[in-house]
C-alpha cells in the first residue's frame, strides 16, 4: 500500500509505502547535493523488558550495545569500512526511546542504501566480539561518567523519577554490560527488531519508486508479525528528590532544572498538540528576547546560552533548563520566583503570539536540510502522524490550552534542581 503527502504551503510532499515485510518506507525527495537515510527501530534504552509484565528483563544498556555491533558482518568486515567504500558518512545512535542507523552520501546511493538494510537486518554475534564491545564500551561509559553535561542531566533525571528506566544511563552500567552474551543480544534483536516496529526513511533527490524497488531487492518479502512488549512502570507523580549534586571538571557550576509531567496524552494527535504547544510555551517563557533570560544575563547570574526544551514520549514526558551559573541556586530561585509571578498574574497573549511565529518559522526553516527533514519526519512517523500537520496544529493552538499546560506541567511540587560544581 503507498500512500502519498502534500503541502501546498512548503510545497513539498513525501511518500509511504507499507512493505510486505511489515516494514513502513517513507520517501521525501528533495533536490539538495546530500541524500540522507535513516533506518531505525523503536527499541531504545527505556525498553528493557521481554514481556508486557516486565518479568524477563534485559540487561541496562543492551539497546546501545546493539547498536554498536550490528556493524560487524560475519565475515569479519565493517559496515563503516563499505560505507567509506561508497564515499558515504554512517553513523548510529542510541536515544531513550530508539535506535538510529543512518548514512549521507552525494553519490553512489543505491550502494549506501543497500548496506543500510543489509546490515541492520543482519546480526551477527560471538562470544569473541560480544567479548571485544564490552571493552570499548566499559570505557565508552568511563568518560561519560567524566562529563559533566552526563553527570548533571542523568542526576537530574534520577531526582525526577523513582522507578522509570528513563533514569539510567542510555550507555547501561559496567556491571550490566558484563552480563550481555550473544544469546541475550539474539533474543531482543528478535523481539524489537521485527519490520513492523521499525521505519526507513530518506531524504534527497530520488524518486519514490526507485527507492522503492531498491528496497525490494533487499528486504524479505514477508516476515512473522509479532507484538512488541511494552512494559508499563508504576511511577509517582512526586519527583524523588528536589535536589541533586555533583562535582566535575567545570569552570563555572553546570545547572539542569528538571520538571517531572506526569500528564501524557494517550491519542498521538494529542501528544502533538501538547509538544506544539509545549515548544510555544518554552519560547515564551526562556527565549533569550524574553524577561527571564534578559534579567539573568544582565545582571551576571548566568552564562549565555540557557538551553530550554521538553521531552514527550508515549510513557515519560519532562521539560529540562541548562545552563551555567555562578550561583546555581540563586538562579533557580529566581526561575522559581518568575514561574510563580507567571503563575499569578497569567501569561501574555502578545507574547503567545510572537512565540508561536517563532516556532511556525523555525518548523518551515527546517525543510532546508535533508538530514533535519530525515530526523524530524522519524519523530512523527513513529507516532504515525503526517508531518505536514504541525503547521496546522501550530496555526490551531489556543491560547487558552497553552495557559492550561502552563499550569499543568510547571507544578512546583515536581521539580528538580541538578548542580554540578567545580572540583576543588
Do not use: W
Not at 253 to 279: E, S
Amino acid at each position: 500500500m503507498i500512500n502519498s503527502f502534500k503541502s501546498t504551503l512548503l510545497g513539498e510532499s513525501y511518500t509511504v509505502k507499507h512493505h510486505e515485510s511489515g516494514l513502513n518506507i517513507y520517501v521525501f525527495p528533495k533536490k539538495m547535493t546530500t541524500s540522507y537515510a535513516l533506518f531505525a527501530t523503536n527499541f531504545g534504552a527505556v525498553d528493557h523488558a521481554l514481556d508486557e509484565e516486565g518479568l524477563q528483563l534485559l540487561p541496562d544498556g543492551i539497546a546501545h550495545f546493539l547498536e554498536h555491533k550490528l556493524f560487524a558482518a560475519s565475515d569479519g568486515s565493517d559496515a563503516f569500512e563499505r560505507f567509506s567504500e561508497y564515499g558515504a558518512d554512517a553513523n548510529a545512535y542510541t536515544s531513550h526511546t530508539r535506535t538510529v542507523y543512518l548514512f549521507s552520501t552525494t553519490d553512489r546511493f543505491a550502494d549506501s542504501f543497500g548496506e543500510l538494510i543489509d546490515f541492520v537486518t543482519h546480526p551477527y554475534f560471538t562470544d569473541e566480539n560480544v567479548a571485544r564491545e564490552q571493552g570499548i564500551i566499559a570505557e565508552e561509559i568511563r568518560m561519560c561518567r567524566d562529563n559533566p553535561y552526563d553527570t548533571c542531566y542523568y542526576n537530574m533525571l534520577s531526582g525526577l523519577y523513582h522507578n522509570h528506566p528513563v533514569k539510567v544511563d542510555i550507555c547501561g552500567s559496567l556491571e550490566s554490560i558484563a552480563a550481555i552474551t550473544p544469546e541475550i543480544l539474539y533474543r531482543a534483536y528478535e523481539q524489537f527488531y521485527h519490520l513492523s516496529n521499525m521505519v526507513l526513511i530518506v531524504c534527497g533527490d530520488v524518486i519514490p519508486e526507485e527507492v522503492f524497488a531498491l528496497a525490494d531487492r533487499h528486504l524479505p518479502q514477508s516476515t512473522a508479525k509479532r507484538k512488541t512488549p511494552r512494559h508499563t512502570v508504576n511511577e509517582p507523580q512526586e519527583v524523588r528528590a528536589a535536589r541533586v549534586t555533583g562535582t566535575g571538571q567545570v569552570a563555572k557550576p553546570l545547572f539542569m532544572i528538571g520538571v517531572k509531567d506526569p500528564h501524557i496524552p494517550d491519542d498521538p494527535g494529542a501528544r502533538l498538540y501538547k509538544d506544539a504547544a509545549m515548544a510555544v510555551l518554552g519560547e515564551m517563557l526562556f527565549s533569550e528576547s524574553g524577561e527571564l533570560y534578559s534579567a539573568l544575563f544582565d545582571e551576571g547570574l548566568i552564562s549565555p546560552g540557557l538551553s530550554a526544551e521538553y521531552a514527550l514520549t508515549r510513557d515519560f514526558a519532562f521539560y529540562q533548563i541548562a545552563g551555567e551559573a555562578g550561583e546555581p541556586d540563586t538562579v533557580f530561585a529566581r526561575v522559581m520566583d518568575y514561574l510563580a509571578a507567571c503563575r499569578q498574574k497569567g501569561l501574555c497573549r502578545e507574547d503567545f503570539e510572537r512565540a508561536r511565529r517563532v516556532e511556525y518559522a523555525e518548523f518551515i526553516k527546517s525543510f532546508d536540510s535533508t538530514e533535519e527533514i530525515a530526523n524530524t519526519l522519524l519523530s512523527f512517523a513513529v507516532e504515525g502522524v503526517d508531518i505536514f500537520s504541525y503547521a496546522d496544529v501550530l496555526q490551531g493552538l489556543q491560547f487558552e490550552d497553552v495557559a492550561r499546560f502552563f499550569h499543568e506541567v510547571f507544578d512546583p511540587s515536581r521539580i528538580t534542581l541538578s548542580v554540578i560544581y567545580p572540583k576543588e
